[in-house]
């Protein structure tokens, strides 16, 4: 009785793991790595958030090519030895794909584990060169950090926007740094002064009155923060209580002042972003994709969820292009994807986009303004 139990027992649990290998080949299983608590959370959640809602449309829609999709999101709070352990978590649980990390410091440390492994990663807004640099499996949504600060500058010479030009920037932060070299050699072809650049760090991000006021005294006009929202929060306040009041000109770390609590959102008023999503944009795919998001959290999309919206959806297009499926290799998966991206084009919230073979994406920047609260194309 007891042999035949045991054998009952034994074929049960072959049973089980077969049932749990054909589920495992029946699904897309895509990693998720972010900020979900944290100074960051702000970027985390929305990327998630966003993620989400894409994979539930195309799971409602029939799945890609028949196959449906499953998310696992997973919390690294801006913290590169937490992202490795949350990129390590989700290949024990199956992870196929990666659509991570978040912000770029911890994307250069879990691209690297990533390129190790032959395993597709796609970033939503790890913007510095190095966050896809570790190999040809990595590829990226948003703007890189040099795009960024050059374009910006080139924004700020077309428009005339000012004579002249200060800058606070994180000299502890590659985001931060990468966005100000590129943005200087943008300046150095422009007809506006640059002043000198004024700089913090992580541990003196909450007094900004010695740069405030170098730039005051010096008349500047215009203040370009390639910085995140959470400092920009503190400048804008401090500057208003020294009544200085230039143009803000941000970048895609500013995404986010909006919804933090606290802050008096009056500051924020007439903040220029250069960004390559609006909400306000008419076409109908951007007015779905708010609607779904204010529907489902309460609050508007920033720039991280329309990456982030727009990267499961090159996914899709990557693997759809490639042919792959979910019984494969990680690595076979990640082989097929590589060369799908570049052949591809996406049109997207963020604009229509192809990428190269070094996972950089070519689109377009909008400029977006701040007013009443929300933001409106500046065009």
Not at 6 to 12: H, N
Not at 137 to 144: E, G, H, P, T
Not at 337 to 342: E, I, P, V, Y
Request: net charge negative.
């Amino acid at each position: 009785m007891k042999k035949m139990r045991l054998a009952a027992a034994v074929a049960f649990a072959a049973a089980m793991a077969m049932s749990v290998t054909a589920m495992a080949d029946d699904t897309f299983k895509i990693g998720g790595i972010g900020p979900l608590t944290g100074g960051a959370a702000i970027y985390g959640n929305a990327v998630m958030n966003a993620a989400q809602i894409a994979v539930d449309e195309i799971n409602e829609a029939g799945g890609i090519a028949g196959v449906q999709v499953e998310f696992m999101p997973q919390d690294d709070e801006h913290d590169a030895e937490k992202s490795v352990s949350a990129y390590n978590k989700l290949k024990d649980d199956g992870m196929q794909i990666l659509l991570g990390t978040v912000t770029s410091t911890p994307c250069v440390a879990v691209s690297a584990e990533a390129a190790n492994d032959n395993l597709f990663l796609l970033t939503p807004s790890g913007s510095s060169p190095d966050a896809i640099a570790a190999g040809d499996n990595a590829f990226r949504i948003c703007f890189s950090d040099p795009d960024q600060g050059y374009a910006s500058a080139q924004y700020i010479e077309e428009h005339q926007l000012a004579k002249k030009v200060g800058v606070i920037y994180n000299s502890s932060d590659v985001y931060s740094t990468g966005i100000l070299a590129t943005f200087q050699a943008g300046a150095a072809e422009a007809s506006f002064e640059l002043l000198d650049p004024q700089a913090f760090t992580d541990d003196s991000k909450t007094d900004f009155s010695a740069q405030l006021q170098y730039l005051k005294d010096n008349g500047a006009e215009l203040v370009f923060l390639p910085i995140y929202y959470d400092a920009a929060s503190v400048i804008l306040t401090q500057a208003a209580g020294m009544d200085f009041a230039p143009i803000w000109f941000g970048v895609d770390g500013m995404d986010g002042i909006l919804t933090m609590e606290g802050f008096n959102y009056d500051l924020a008023e007439g903040v220029m972003l250069l960004t390559p999503f609006s909400a306000d944009a008419e076409d109908e795919l951007t007015q779905n994709f708010v609607a779904s998001y204010q529907d489902k959290y309460g609050e508007i999309p920033n720039q991280f969820a329309a990456d982030a919206y727009d990267g499961i959806y090159t996914i899709k297009a990557a693997i759809e292009q490639a042919g792959v499926t979910p019984d494969m290799s990680i690595s076979d998966i990640c082989d097929g994807l590589k060369a799908a991206m570049t052949e591809i084009e996406v049109t997207g919230v963020t604009g229509t986009m192809t990428w190269t073979a070094d996972g950089e994406p070519n689109k377009s920047p909008k400029a977006v303004v701040i007013e009443n609260g929300v933001y409106v194309s500046a065009e």
